[in-house]
């Protein structure tokens, strides 16, 4: 079945320096993919998404490509903040439009530190 | 725009009992999906709702059930609870109509510990 795969956490960054968190997915077809954001004690907020190849979803300096050809979707930001701290998530839209079950299936998250 | 709100945010049961969590959709959304988040991991579909009904399901036993109502909002009960139910609700709401599919707003979740 369908999977989304992501490096393991927890990444501890200084301030301003860059970011990379690996995404890698298995899905038949052609899904959607995203990033959530999880601050400590909230649900996920949607942080940038893309819905078909060579899309590159972008927000708040973070971007992501979508790469069909490596099957991934890797998270970069060019200089992370403290606010950055959190759990991130990578994510596929499984199932088909209109109605039928479109369910998303999360990686296991990566926790990002960012020290000052 | 309202967000989704579920109640409560943290709840305490003992096991074999039974909860009932609640989810408020987003203002346009008609579809509903709940999640289970167990700690350190991502989240887990359980099922989602359109138009009352279930119209996909994760792999959870019958014991998780829901109700979707008029108004998009839903409940999702859980019967002779587990240990292992203890976990994250999340709530999802999202539309259908076009031009707003891929939007998933969630909820702050509900926090479900049972002893």
């Known amino acids: 079945g369908n999977s989304v795969t992501q490096m393991e956490g927890p990444v501890t960054l200084s301030e301003e320096a860059f970011l990379t968190i690996n995404c890698t997915y298995t899905a038949t077809g052609y899904p959607s993919l995203f990033w959530y954001v999880q601050y400590p004690g909230e649900g996920l907020q949607l942080l940038l998404k893309?819905?078909?190849?060579?899309d590159k979803g972008s927000n708040k300096g973070f971007e992501a490509t979508y790469r069909k050809e490596t099957t991934s979707f890797h998270l970069e930001k060019g200089s992370v903040q403290v606010s950055d701290s959190a759990v991130y998530f990578c994510?596929?839209?499984?199932?088909?439009?209109?109605?039928?079950?479109?369910?998303?299936?999360f990686g296991t998250g990566t926790l990002l530190a960012v020290q000052p | 725009e309202t967000g989704v709100t579920q109640s409560p945010t943290h709840l305490i049961k003992t096991r074999g009992q039974q909860v009932t969590l609640r989810c408020s959709s987003q203002s346009g959304h008609n579809t509903v999906s709940w999640y289970q988040q167990a700690l350190g991991q991502g989240p887990q579909f359980i099922f989602q709702y359109y138009r009352e009904e279930e119209n996909g399901r994760g792999n959870f036993p019958p014991r998780f059930s829901g109700l979707q109502f008029p108004n998009y909002s839903s409940e999702l009960n859980v019967n002779a609870l587990e240990l292992d139910d203890s976990a994250l609700y999340l709530c999802?709401?999202?539309?259908?109509?076009?031009?707003?599919?891929?939007?998933?707003?969630f909820g702050s979740g509900t926090r479900l510990t049972v002893v």
């Open positions: 994510a596929l839209r499984d199932g088909a439009y209109g109605g039928a079950t479109n369910k998303l299936i």
């Open positions: 893309a819905t078909k190849a060579d």
């Open positions: 999802a709401s999202s539309s259908t109509m076009t031009g707003n599919l891929y939007g998933y707003t």
